[in-house]
Nanobody, 125 residues
Framework: QLQLVESGGGLVQPGGSLRLSCAAS????????ISWFRQTPGKEREGISC????????NHADSVKGRFDISRDNAKNTVYLQMNSLKPEDTGVYYC??????????????????WGQGTQVTVSS
């Protein structure tokens, strides 16, 4: 089974940036859609950014559009989430998830079978 490990979380001031990594093992990510989800206090887990395996097309939730960017390095079997202009409401646990031969049209949890353990992001002054 595909294994995913997130890293790069931490404490950052409002307006700052962080880059999260999602490293995969056991299988190549080439044919997987990879999405980032986040669980923020008091809210349901939401899909925020996704990248297709085949086309490299991306999709972002309105809440992060223009601030977050997702990319992949297939040689390193890793997907990145670059987060800029961070706000306190971005605080939460960030997870990456994979869907074999999946698409990023709809960022729904049930479409993604493999999940990482999550990494905490805290935006606070």
């Amino acid at each position: 089974q595909l294994q995913l490990v997130e890293s790069g979380g931490g404490l950052v001031q409002p307006g700052g940036s962080l880059r999260l990594s999602c490293a995969a093992s056991r299988f190549s990510l080439d044919h997987y859609a990879i999405s980032w989800f986040r669980q923020t206090p008091g809210k349901e887990r939401e899909g925020i950014s996704c990248i297709n395996g085949s086309s490299g097309r991306t999709n972002h939730a309105d809440s992060v559009k223009g601030r977050f960017d997702i990319s992949r390095d297939n040689a390193k079997n890793t997907v990145y989430l670059q987060m800029n202009s961070l706000k306190p409401e971005d605080t939460g646990v960030y997870y990456c998830a994979a869907a074999y031969l999946g698409y990023c049209t709809v960022l729904r949890e049930t479409f993604f079978a493999s999940w990482g353990q999550g990494t905490q992001v805290t935006v606070s002054s």
